[in-house]
């Protein structure tokens, strides 16, 4: 492994100078931007993959209108020839339906051995499919999209703690049970903690901290 891991460090090294452009990218325009800052995307598309290959993620949906799509699919590519102790990283289409009806050709990135990904699946998936591929709680399943329609919901956030680039969003009720927000707060915890000890583990310098982001009472859009 250790070998291996010498093997990836030009990848690495390329990641790192993406990294940099976010850094750059966020004290250019203070964090505020117009349209999908491409660097800050790409970083946070390949630290996802990274989590899925090491086994901190069951799978990740890149926002890949935005990214540099050919280094991802170079990471991945790097990652799988390097370390073949592991189940490879990979592409599968669907097709999305959005909750409006509407349908368009997406791509998740799972092992290649994910049993939560049914790769005989016909028809759109849902976004009910698409939160338990990504590994959501099932009570968050539904409020998957739902950001997209203006909905002012609850939110689990987990930041890059180096360049403060999100890398992680679970939407959910606003109004769970005491029970459930304890339930799901632990496994937020614990799902932070294990991303860190994989970036230890692996010697690479990215960390990870979280959030809980609760829509203003009164406000209105």
């Known amino acids: 492994m250790v070998d291996s891991l010498q093997q990836l460090q030009p990848i690495f090294l390329r990641l790192k100078h993406f990294y940099d452009a976010a850094l750059a990218e966020s004290s250019h325009h203070s964090g505020t931007f117009i349209g999908p800052p491409r660097a800050h995307c790409t970083v946070s598309a390949a630290l996802n993959i990274l989590l899925v290959f090491f086994g901190g993620r069951p799978a990740c949906l890149p926002a890949w209108h935005c990214c540099d799509i050919k280094f991802l699919a170079d990471l991945m590519k790097q990652l799988n020839s390097q370390i073949l102790t592991v189940d490879p990283v990979t592409n599968v289409k669907f097709q999305h339906r959005y909750p409006s009806g509407e349908t368009f050709d997406n791509y998740i990135i799972t092992r290649s051995k994910n049993p939560r990904i049914n ?18 709680h099932p009570k968050n399943v539904v409020e998957f999209s739902k950001a997209d329609d203006g909905s002012k919901l609850s939110a689990f956030i987990v930041v890059e703690y180096g360049s403060g680039i999100e890398v992680y969003v679970e939407r959910f009720s ?48």
């Not at 016909?122 to 590994?135: N, V």
């Not at 000890?197 to 692996?202: A, C, L, T, W």
Request: a neutral charge; charged letters at 25%.
């Open 119 to 136: 790769r005989r699946k016909q028809g759109p998936w849902s976004d009910k499919t698409i939160g338990l591929a990504l590994g959501m």
């Open 174 to 221: 606003n109004s769970p049970s005491s029970e459930e927000m304890a339930e799901f707060h632990s496994q937020c915890e614990e799902k932070v903690a294990s991303w860190n000890r994989i970036m230890g583990s692996f010697g690479l310098p990215y960390r990870f901290f979280s959030t809980f982001e609760f829509p203003i009472k009164g406000t209105v859009d």
